[in-house]
């Protein structure tokens, strides 16, 4: 199983200081801990790091549980996704934060004609909100993230491949998509997502 650049960095910074909280990794690293989680995560259940109650995190090995590994690069995206809260990018702002809440998520995906054109999370729409914006006249697709700035997966992808990229992107999930070609063009059609509790679920079901 390949350890990411910051996974490496937080197993120094955890021989280091052992015992070391969550907190002050991500002040080592300058980052927040919601970025932290999914890293912490992965570095315990491959069981190179340990997490004690009340006490932080403290190095166990160097080597991960192979099978662990071998396990997660098995597993394909189309079984651990779930479905995506998907709207048109007409919709307006507040029909959207309804929908998000709703379906309880924390992202959710913007379609046009059925295609993948943008993304807008629980942030984005906090920030419309505070800035005073009348949401019931703006539609999503002024606020979204725009392809091609939207990182995707494909259904066939393993989900440690999907793990890394959240980490990497330091977002809360990716959309699944499926390639159409159209008019010579490359376009996705959504057909589900990935979340940091995905990964979370599969690997606390891999160490059963």
């Given at each position: 199983m390949k350890i990411?650049?910051?996974?490496?960095?937080?197993?120094?910074?955890?021989?280091?200081?052992?015992?070391?909280?969550?907190e002050r990794i991500a002040d080592n690293l300058n980052v927040t801990r919601a970025a932290l989680r999914p890293d912490l995560s992965i570095l315990t259940m491959i069981g190179v790091l340990d997490a004690k109650p009340k006490v932080g995190y403290v190095f166990i090995t160097d080597t991960p549980k192979s099978s662990l590994g071998k396990n997660v690069q098995e597993i394909k995206v189309r079984e651990v996704m779930s479905k995506p809260v998907v709207v048109d990018e007409g919709t307006k702002?507040?029909?959207?934060?309804?929908?998000?809440?709703?379906?309880?998520?924390?992202?959710?995906?913007?379609?046009?004609?059925?295609?993948?054109?943008?993304?807008?999370?629980?942030?984005?729409?906090?920030?419309?909100?505070?800035?005073?914006?009348?949401?019931?006249?703006?539609?999503?697709?002024?606020?979204?993230?725009?392809?091609?700035?939207?990182v995707i997966v494909k259904p066939e992808d393993d989900a440690y491949f999907a793990a890394q990229k959240i980490i990497e992107h330091e977002i809360d999930c990716l959309p699944v998509v499926e390639t159409v070609i159209k008019d010579n063009r490359e376009l996705y059609r959504i057909v589900g997502k990935i979340s940091k509790t995905n990964i979370t679920k599969l690997f606390v079901k891999l160490t059963q």
């Amino acid at each position: 199983m390949k350890i990411s650049k910051r996974q490496k960095e937080i197993i120094e910074i955890v021989k280091r200081h052992q015992p070391i909280t969550s907190e002050r990794i991500a002040d080592n690293l300058n980052v927040t801990r919601a970025a932290l989680r999914p890293d912490l995560s992965i570095l315990t259940m491959i069981g190179v790091l340990d997490a004690k109650p009340k006490v932080g995190y403290v190095f166990i090995t160097d080597t991960p549980k192979s099978s662990l590994g071998k396990n997660v690069q098995e597993i394909k995206v189309r079984e651990v996704m779930s479905k995506p809260v998907v709207v048109d990018e007409g919709t307006k702002v507040y029909d959207a934060i309804i929908q998000l809440f709703l379906n309880d998520s924390g992202t959710l995906f913007v379609h046009s004609n059925g295609y993948l054109v943008g993304a807008a999370s629980r942030k984005d729409f906090l920030k419309i909100a505070i800035g005073g914006t009348d949401t019931h006249q703006v539609p999503v697709g002024i606020i979204m993230t725009r392809m091609p700035n939207i990182v995707i997966v494909k259904p066939e992808d393993d989900a440690y491949f999907a793990a890394q990229k959240i980490i990497e992107h330091e977002i809360d999930c990716l959309p699944v998509v499926e390639t159409v070609i159209k008019d010579n063009r490359e376009l996705y059609r959504i057909v589900g997502k990935i979340s940091k509790t995905n990964i979370t679920k599969l690997f606390v079901k891999l160490t059963q």
